[in-house]
């Protein structure tokens, strides 16, 4: 292992990214790692999987007492959870502090990565052959919403308590 130090100029809300400049890692996986954070807030993206995963383990279990399918269900959800939810949540930060007027990124941040997070969902469970897919959406449209509400007010809090001038719009790496 080497321990390396890169030199990172990260945007606010790169929290995340910003504590692995402290990490060894070998070069190339820190990279990956900050880069991912760009697109991805690990931190949200860690906290819904693990919630829809328990959701989705328990539902499984306790229709078909199968402890093998369920946990490969739960995995797949967790996964695709981590995924996607993390990036829609970076979304969600990006349009409540890029757009200027309180009420429009609040509505901005708060509808499209909604939409998009209930349509992709909708689209895995209809792809994969899911008896009822407008039911398996229904917790993802219950939790997307509230949750990118309140996530968009507070980074944009968090942005206005700051200056402007101290988020560059685009990370330098």
């Not at 939409?115 to 992709?120: S, T, Y």
Request: charged fraction near 15%; proline fraction near 5%; charge should be positive.
């Amino acid at each position: 292992m080497v321990n390396c130090q890169i030199s990172i100029i990260l945007p606010h809300g790169y929290e995340n990214a910003r504590n692995l400049k402290t990490l060894a890692f070998p070069s190339h996986f820190k990279r990956i790692i900050v880069f991912g954070a760009r697109f991805i807030d690990y931190k949200m993206g860690v906290l819904g999987a693990g919630v829809l995963a328990v959701i989705v383990f328990g539902i499984n279990y306790h229709e078909t007492f199968d402890l093998t399918g369920a946990t490969t269900a739960a995995l797949k959800q967790g996964t695709y959870t981590f995924l996607f939810g993390g990036s829609i949540m970076r979304g969600c930060q990006t349009l409540a502090t890029v757009i200027r007027i309180k009420a429009v990124a609040f509505a901005a941040a708060t509808i499209i990565p909604s939409a998009v997070a209930i349509c992709l969902t909708f689209g895995v469970h209809s792809l994969n052959g899911t008896p009822k897919p407008v039911a398996s959406t229904i917790p993802t449209a219950v939790m997307v919403i509230p949750s990118t509400f309140i996530w968009g007010y507070r980074k944009r809090k968090q942005f206005t308590k700051h200056k402007i001038a101290d988020f560059p719009s685009t990370p330098v790496v």
